[in-house]
């Protein structure tokens, strides 16, 4: 049962987010986010409450002799509108993850499966982009390394937008690959697979860093493909000692990779610390929030058969050249569907 309290609640923080952004005080940024934030459970609000009135006003017409006929007929009408106008209100009303407005670091890794994997990996970069494009965001690769067939090795691209990570941190998993490879002439079907990891970028806030446990290298660095040799000494290694991770940038100027750098090992760190609190929650939850265990194998694109499978949600789709076209709604609909689906059986429960 939906409590009104709360709807009132709700309400009341709206109209004074309103109020204080039209006097023009306080944090405006932050005011102007909780005040997008809200106003699509508040237009839900609305709707609800207004669907209530109208039943009440036609249950009182029934008593009016005049009017009772008119009230019979619309009646069973709203009836039948009040359970879709609760879930929408319940949708609306579900916890939202605070990184869900986020811009978002894609990280793809080669799996099992040698050249054939690397040559995968980039189709998946590839499909990323191709999405990224149709959506209106921004995707800037920060580090990315070849195989001799042009395969990748690893890649690093930083993607900006609306609801960047919303839409793609159900991605994080293991892709799984099945195809003829180009390089195979008997013609046999290869299974090889690539990681995807969707780390939600860090913001300053989040995440400080002890300058004491850095370490900073400096590297030569080559060119695209050995072409170009850059021969200053332009590239950066970070290396966090507590936790181990390493970051390197190899762009044109060692100030940019500084700061770029730095940038993905927050994004890293920020991560880690997501992880642990989403474990820690899971624990004694049904739903794992977010993006789940990332060595979970989540999808298959079978190329023979010309079909994507997502195995969290058995969903196949046979429009395989579509979805590595960039195509990603359908799938990304649907599993932030059953997400929502899974958070509201949690709450019911």
Same mark, same amino acid.
């Not at 049962?1 to 009104?4: D, N």
């Not at 194998?297 to 997502?310: K, L, S, W």
């Not at 059953?338 to 429960?349: N, S, V």
């Given at each position: 049962?939906?409590?009104?309290d709360? +709807?009132?609640?709700?309400?009341?923080?709206?109209?004074?987010?309103? !109020?204080?952004?039209?006097?023009?005080?306080?944090?405006?940024?932050? +005011?102007?986010?909780?005040?997008?934030? +809200?106003?699509? /459970?508040?237009d839900q609000?609305d709707?609800?409450?207004?669907?209530?009135?109208?039943? !009440?006003?036609?249950?009182?017409m029934?008593?009016?002799? %005049?009017?009772?006929?008119?009230?019979?007929?619309?009646?069973?009408?709203?009836?039948?509108?009040?359970?879709?106008?609760?879930?929408?209100?319940? #949708?609306?009303?579900?916890p939202?993850? !605070?990184?869900?407005a986020?811009?978002a670091?894609?990280?793809?890794?080669?799996?099992?499966?040698?050249?054939?994997?690397?040559?995968?990996?980039g189709?998946?970069?590839?499909?990323?982009?191709?999405?990224?494009?149709?959506?209106?965001?921004?995707?800037q $690769?920060l580090?990315?390394? *070849?195989?001799?067939?042009?395969?990748? &090795?690893?890649?690093?691209? *930083?993607? &900006?937008?609306?609801?960047?990570?919303?839409?793609?941190?159900?991605?994080?998993? /293991?892709h799984?690959?099945?195809?003829?490879?180009?390089?195979? @002439?008997?013609g046999?079907?290869?299974t090889?697979?690539?990681t995807v990891?969707?780390?939600?970028e860090?913001?300053?806030? =989040?995440?400080?860093?002890?300058?004491? =446990?850095?370490? $900073?290298?400096?590297?030569?660095?080559s060119?695209?493909?050995?072409? *170009?040799?850059?021969?200053?000494d @332009?590239?950066?290694?970070?290396? *966090?000692?507590?936790s181990? $991770?390493?970051?390197?940038?190899? %762009? &044109? @100027?060692?100030h940019?990779?500084?700061?770029?750098?730095?940038?993905?090992?927050?994004?890293?760190?920020?991560?880690?610390?997501?992880?642990?609190?989403d474990?820690?929650?899971a624990?004694?939850?049904? @739903?794992?929030?977010?993006s789940? =265990?990332?060595?979970e194998?989540?999808?298959?694109?079978?190329?023979?058969?010309?079909?994507?499978?997502?195995h969290?949600?058995?969903?196949?789709?046979?429009?395989?050249?579509?979805?590595?076209?960039?195509? #990603?709604?359908?799938?990304?609909?649907?599993?932030?569907a =059953?997400?929502?689906?899974?958070?509201?059986?949690?709450?019911?429960?």
């Open positions: 049962m939906i409590s009104l709360r +709807l009132a609640q709700i309400t009341q923080r709206f109209q004074f987010l309103e !109020a204080k952004m039209a006097e023009g005080g306080g944090d405006i940024a932050a +005011l102007g986010r909780e005040y997008s934030e +809200l106003r699509p /459970v508040v609000i709707a609800y409450r207004q669907l209530l009135d109208d039943m !009440a006003e036609a249950e009182a029934l008593r009016d002799p %005049e009017m009772r006929a008119l009230a019979e007929e619309e009646l069973p009408v709203l009836k039948a509108r009040l359970p879709q106008a609760e879930k929408a209100l319940q #949708l609306a009303l579900l939202k993850d !605070a990184a869900d986020r811009p670091m894609i990280e793809i890794r080669p799996g099992t499966g040698g050249d054939e994997a690397a040559l995968f990996a189709d998946l970069l590839r499909m990323y982009q191709r999405y990224a494009e149709a959506r209106g965001w921004s995707f $690769i580090e990315m390394q *070849h195989t001799e067939l042009g395969g990748i &090795k690893e890649v690093t691209a *930083h993607v &900006k937008g609306e609801g960047v990570f919303a839409r793609l941190k159900f991605e994080s998993g /293991v799984r690959v099945q195809r003829v490879p180009e390089t195979e @002439s008997g046999r079907i290869h090889s697979a690539a990891a969707v780390l939600p860090a913001e300053d806030v =989040d995440i400080q860093i002890d300058a004491n =446990d850095l370490r $900073i290298d400096t590297m030569r660095s060119g695209a493909g050995g072409q *170009h040799v850059n021969t200053t @332009s590239a950066v290694r970070i290396t *966090h000692i507590p181990g $991770i390493v970051v390197t940038s190899s %762009e &044109k @100027s060692q940019q990779n500084r700061a770029i750098a730095m940038q993905v090992l927050k994004t890293r760190l920020y991560d880690m610390e997501r992880q642990r609190i474990s820690e929650r624990a004694n939850r049904k @739903s794992q929030v977010g789940g =265990d990332r060595s194998r989540i999808r298959t694109y079978n190329f023979p058969q010309g079909r994507m499978t997502d969290r949600i058995n969903l196949t789709l046979y429009k395989l050249d579509q979805i590595l076209q960039g195509d #990603l709604d359908e799938v990304i609909d649907a599993l932030i =059953d997400h929502q689906a899974a958070l509201l059986a949690e709450m019911d429960g």
